[in-house]
């Protein structure tokens, strides 16, 4: 009997070329695939809910595979995370219905992105926030992010597929920023992202606090619907996905 596996799972990407399988370099699906494959002894094919990037993190990540082999999920937990290198783990499986998809069923992320604050980095934060020497005001980067809040065609702050140049249009549904000493921690919640969404809006935030754009035309940024108005790009390190919504969204 056909069976549907569906695997939460952990993931420090600096190591690997993002999520996806490519032709060249190590990616985080590619591995785990093979760490699976190996268990179960047969060819699967493992969905994700999210591209991510390369260098860019994972707490909550979600795939799912099938098989008909009848080993107990958490064995198949044990064994997955026994072959699996140190910085990719598995952290909760189940079994799902047959139907069930983890990229098509979806019903939203929230991601976090992270930036180190003060004038000297911290050898604990290396690969793991986006290192800012000079003061970042919380409060008005809050300000300056909300922009982004809503409903819209984000073309001019992304890198669009030819598959999403057909719908760029968007809905982000909360953004927060908190400072906790020298960690400002940016939490973005919506329905879905494009590619390099996320990291263009807090880089363009950034240089709205810079002066480098003017952050009350942020909004008329979205009517330009060209990325050379937004040119800017925070470093994949800062971004982790945090969780993917399905029965339980919370907007």
Request: charged share 25%; aromatic share 10%.
């Amino acid at each position: 009997m056909e069976r549907n596996i569906k695997i939460t799972l952990e993931y420090d990407g600096t190591n690997y070329m993002g999520w996806q399988i490519q032709k060249h370099g190590k990616t985080v699906q590619g591995t785990l695939k093979e760490a699976i494959e190996k268990i179960l002894n047969h060819k699967i094919t493992l969905t994700g809910a999210s591209r991510t990037d390369a260098g860019v993190h994972a707490l909550g990540q979600v795939a799912n595979f099938k098989t008909s082999k009848e080993i107990p999920v958490e064995k198949l937990k044990t064994a997955i995370n026994g072959l699996l290198p140190p910085d990719i783990k598995v952290i909760e499986i189940e079994e799902v219905p047959l139907n069930f998809n983890a990229r098509l069923d979806s019903k939203g992320k929230t991601y976090i992105y992270r930036i180190f604050n003060r004038e000297v980095p911290s050898p604990f934060e290396y690969k793991r926030a986006w290192f800012i020497p000079y003061k970042i005001n919380e409060t008005e980067l809050q300000e300056v992010l909300s922009h982004f809040i809503g409903t819209h065609d984000f073309t001019t702050f992304s890198k669009l597929s030819a598959d999403e140049k057909k719908n760029p249009i968007r809905t982000i549904d909360k953004i927060d920023v908190v400072r906790d000493s020298h960690t400002i921690t940016i939490t973005v919640t919506g329905r879905s992202f494009l590619r390099h969404m996320i990291r263009v809006i807090v880089a363009t935030g950034v240089e709205a606090i810079k002066g480098k754009i003017d952050k009350k035309t942020i909004p008329e940024l979205f009517e330009k619907r060209n990325r050379k108005f937004a040119p800017f790009l925070a470093p994949p390190e800062g971004l982790y996905l945090m969780k993917v919504y399905y029965n339980d969204y919370p907007f």
